[in-house]
């Protein structure tokens, strides 16, 4: 695709309709591509490494539907088993036995976790898992970090990365402030804050729940100790620690970054990759505190399509597909193959970027300054992201629409795809 054949007619009557019938003309914001300008394009079809919009451009995709798209869109094996459970039925609302077989893949592969509770997407298992900290614990105050997305839950939307920070928001009006009075932020990959917040709120903290690997920041890996010195800490201090790995979880190693990186949090959130691409959210952890949970124990959570087998089989046949051997040696090798590539190339063409990856999970800065915190990566250079954006738009490759977003690759992209992405990269990199 050249930026001359780039025509968005179809998509532009589209969203123009669509901003007449629900709120921004999308149902989620960050899709409304505010933060990089011109118009979201509307999408048609997926398969593979590539979407293509209702105007048939074709594009290399480097979001996967936000994380769930490890194996490629549309699996032909992920949909043929789909297709089998589908003349079934969609939805029990009472038991299958996909879940179990779900259920015992997640338990064997998460360090953390000894049982598990499906819920619909990863919101809902962050909602859940706070609930069930308190409930535990006794306490009623968190530790959450600044730049760190857990959902659209009023507790959470303190300094909550990408989803606000997309639209210049720094907390969202509708959130009483009693609902986030309990709700304490420190900055990531800063212990000493937290050993302070620790201080002052003696027996009070029920628990520090994080993105072991930021994701809603833009991407963004723990300092050396950090993780550990979390650990050390709540454990001094008779609170809980979470691992949101609703991005993380089977996607930079098959246990998540608790597997990576050698420490076991007492509970965990998940979703996405376990979904295969429809909604899905856990959260799971020791079996003394999963045991508090409805009916086993008195914490209430329920759900009416929680376990539906749909999300159940996509699941299943996903952790299939990745179990097989050099899997996530595929996935590193062409991740590290990308964004390399890009920050020599950003380097070469005068600009000040920073960035890596881990596994099947990258993201680049426009700063020339190292990011360890949300306050690094609000330095960046958002305008000249939004002109790279759309310039890679145009010429055929779709990256997030937010400096603040991770990117993602799957099984499906090959080294013909990493090559087009860095030439398309050179060419509009070259022009900024």
């Not at 952790?319 to 899997?327: C, D, I, R, W, Y």
């Amino acid at each position: 695709m050249t930026t001359t054949s780039f025509k968005t007619t179809r998509s532009e009557e589209i969203f123009a309709a669509a901003q007449k019938l629900m709120p921004g003309g999308v149902s989620s914001p960050v899709r409304a591509f505010k933060s990089v300008g011109g118009q979201p394009i509307v999408f048609d079809r997926v398969k593979g490494a590539y979407i293509w919009d209702v105007d048939d451009n074709q594009y290399i995709d480097y979001v996967g539907t936000w994380g769930p798209a490890i194996c490629g869109h549309a699996h032909p094996e992920v949909i043929a088993a789909l297709h089998e459970t589908l003349e079934k039925g969609t939805s029990f609302g009472a038991p299958s036995a996909q879940e179990n077989v779900l259920a015992e893949m997640v338990i064997e592969a998460v360090p953390s976790i000894e049982m598990v509770r499906f819920v619909n997407s990863g919101t809902e298992a962050c909602m859940a898992v706070l609930r069930l900290m308190r409930a535990f614990t006794g306490r009623d105050k968190i530790i959450k970090f600044e730049g760190c997305y857990h959902g659209h839950a009023d507790m959470f939307l303190v300094k909550a990365g990408s989803g606000v920070a997309t639209l210049g928001l720094p907390d969202s009006p509708g959130v009483p402030k009693s609902a986030t009075a309990s709700t304490l932020t420190a900055p990531y990959n800063d212990l000493e804050a937290v050993k302070q917040l620790f201080a002052d709120n003696p027996d009070e903290i029920a628990g520090v729940i994080l993105e072991p690997v930021v994701g809603n920041s833009g991407f963004i890996i723990p300092d050396a100790g950090f993780l550990e010195g979390l650990r050390l800490l709540t454990q001094e201090n008779g609170a809980l620690l979470v691992f949101d790995e609703v991005m993380t979880g089977f996607r930079i190693a098959y246990g998540g970054a608790q597997e990576k990186f050698g420490v076991t949090p007492d509970l965990t959130t998940l979703g996405k990759v376990i979904g295969g691409g429809l909604p899905v959210g856990a959260y799971g952890g020791r079996k003394d505190i999963m045991s508090m949970v409805a009916p086993a124990g008195p914490m209430y959570q329920a759900g009416t399509l929680s376990g539906n087998p749909l999300a159940m089989t996509a699941g299943i046949k996903t952790l299939e597909l990745l179990q097989k051997p050099g899997t996530y040696e595929h996935l590193d090798r062409i991740t590290k193959k990308l964004i390399e590539g890009l920050l020599q190339i950003a380097t070469q063409t005068g600009h000040a970027v920073t960035g890596g990856s881990l596994s099947a999970m990258f993201g680049m800065f426009f700063t020339g300054e190292e990011v360890h915190n949300y306050d690094d990566a609000k330095k960046s250079d958002l305008a000249k992201f939004g002109r790279f954006h759309r310039g890679m738009l145009e010429r055929g490759v779709y990256l997030a629409p937010s400096q603040f977003e991770a990117g993602f690759t799957s099984l499906a992209h090959t080294d013909e795809d990493i090559d087009r992405t860095l030439a398309v990269a050179k060419e509009v990199l070259s022009g900024l």
